[in-house]
Nanobody, 114 residues
Framework: QVQLVESGGGLVQPGGSLSLSCAVS????????MAWYRQAPGKRHERVAD???????SYAVSVKGRFTISRDNDKNTVYLQMNSLKPDDTAVYYC????????WGQGTQVTVSS
């Protein structure tokens, strides 16, 4: 069963940066399209960014130009580099993929506050 484990969240001041990682426990990682989602208290789940297996990326309008999604197929890991963070970016961040069924990690908390 494919497992996703996120890491890298924390507390950061507005304007700061964080880098999230999502390790995937499957040797077929290079074949998966991957995505990052987030959910803030009282708000709906929001897709933040995704990257296809051939490296094509797309972003939510709210993060475009500030966040970068990337992947390392040798490490079975997808990353989310977050720059110029704003208080509205505060949320639990999840990575996601479809591997026979939809798979989600446990999430990592990102808090942007002074």
């Amino acid at each position: 069963q494919v497992q996703l484990v996120e890491s890298g969240g924390g507390l950061v001041q507005p304007g700061g940066s964080l880098s999230l990682s999502c390790a995937v426990s499957d040797g077929s990682f290079s074949f998966y399209n991957m995505a990052w989602y987030r959910q803030a208290p009282g708000k709906r789940h929001e897709r933040v960014a995704d990257i296809t297996r051939d490296g094509t990326t797309s972003y939510a309008v709210s993060v475009k130009g500030r966040f970068t999604i990337s992947r390392d197929n040798d490490k079975n890991t997808v990353y989310l580099q977050m720059n110029s963070l704003k208080p509205d970016d505060t949320a639990v961040y999840y990575c996601n993929t479809y591997a026979g069924s939809w798979r989600w990690g446990q999430g990592t908390q990102v808090t942007v506050s002074s």
